[in-house]
């Protein structure tokens, strides 16, 4: 079993930058795939990044390339998602979970946090 908390959520202006943070409970956290989504209102939830076990390998939806960053500490517990030059079409709450397998460039989350909010104006 794996519990998820996110942090960082915020209101901020285009073209700044936010870095949310999860950190993870128990001590498999490094054997497990992690990935951040999100879910804009009246849309699906869509995958944002993705990272391997290691942190070696790591995956982007095309919207958020160049732009977002994702990266773990496994000494931590911890992944983050450091975002810049946000766009008001970044406005979403955002989740991360924890899976065994990335398909694709989507992580087939297992676990999940229950979110933060990312505002972005205009």
């Known amino acids: 079993q794996v519990q998820l908390i996110e942090f960082g959520g915020g209101l901020v202006q285009a073209g700044a930058s936010l870095r949310l943070s999860c950190a993870a409970s128990?001590?498999?956290?490094?054997?497990?795939?992690m990935g951040w989504f999100r879910q804009a209102p009246g849309k699906e939830r869509e995958s944002v990044a993705a990272?391997?076990?290691?942190?070696?390998?790591?995956y982007y939806t095309d919207s958020v390339k160049g732009r977002f960053t994702i990266s773990r500490d496994n000494a931590k517990n911890t992944v983050y998602l450091q975002m810049n030059s946000l766009k008001p079409e970044d406005t979403a709450v955002y989740y991360c979970?924890?899976?065994?397998?990335?398909?694709?460039?989507?992580?087939?989350?297992?676990?999940w946090g229950q979110g933060t909010q990312v505002t972005v104006s205009s």
């Open positions: 990272i391997n076990w290691s942190g070696g390998t790591t």
């Open positions: 979970a924890a899976g065994s397998v990335i398909y694709g460039s989507e992580l087939r989350g297992d676990y």
């Open positions: 128990g001590r498999t956290f490094s054997s497990y795939a």
